[in-house]
């Protein structure tokens, strides 16, 4: 995915999670911040962040953040981006399929359905942005959501559907991704126990520049 019109700015604080105040050219700019999780290992006071130019010119927020540089490393952090890189992915991996978004299944909606001959996949995505020593880690804060969307994939399996969850790892060269038992053990255990039902786990990195996004390799997953 690409970004039409970008620019650097220098974090200084994030009131709340929807906001940021940015350091633009000297003076400071409240901006949208377009991940309502934590990330904070990423926005730390003094680091360089790209912005997005806001269409809307009326629009309060004329900004919003969507990647930080840790260290040299530049981490989208963009939680709308992994699913448009997913789109791209999964229409790489299945060429020749139908391919629908945002399709509901029981009471759970899932980000992908796969209609591959005589295959039907059920595939929901993940974005990590949490990286310590060159691993990614999901999630970077409790998500129940994802335990239940777990769940349901097994179930879909034991339904006679293919299922996977995705992690679009939203930075370049990380080697493996884990789940983060630390911060959400019930996530960890359901993904083990999805991959155990025949739930797939699929993990790629991006290469990420300034104004895009874009799949790259695939990533090992520990679990």
């Keep these: 995915m690409t970004y039409k019109t970008v620019r650097t700015g220098i974090f200084r604080s994030r009131p709340n999670r929807f906001i940021a105040i940015v ?46 540089y840790k260290g040299d490393r530049l981490i989208n952090m963009d939680s709308q981006a992994p699913n448009a890189v997913a789109a791209d992915f999964l229409s790489a991996r299945f060429p020749d399929a139908t391919i629908r978004r945002e399709v509901t299944y029981g009471d759970s909606r899932f980000d992908f359905h796969i209609h591959n001959g005589d295959e039907e996949w059920f595939v929901e995505v993940k974005g990590c942005t949490l990286e310590i020593n060159n691993v990614g880690y999901f999630p970077d804060a409790p998500t129940e959501r994802g335990v239940k969307h777990l769940r349901h994939l097994s179930r879909a399996v034991s339904e006679g559907f293919h299922a996977a969850v995705l992690f679009i790892i939203q930075m370049k060269g990380v080697a493996a991704i884990r789940p983060n038992d630390t911060t959400h053990p019930a996530f960890g255990d359901a993904l083990r126990q999805a991959a155990a039902a025949g739930v797939e786990v699929w993990a790629v990195d991006c290469t990420v520049t300034p104004d895009s996004l874009t799949h790259r390799n695939p990533v090992p997953v520990q679990l």
């Excluded at 377009?34 to 290992?41: A, F, I, L, S, V």
């Design 23 to 68: 350091n633009i050219d000297g003076t400071d700019t409240v901006c949208h911040v377009k991940n309502t999780g934590r990330c904070k290992e990423l926005l730390t006071p003094g680091c360089t962040v790209i912005l997005e130019q806001a269409n809307n010119p009326n629009r309060k927020t004329p900004y919003d953040l969507i990647a930080v």
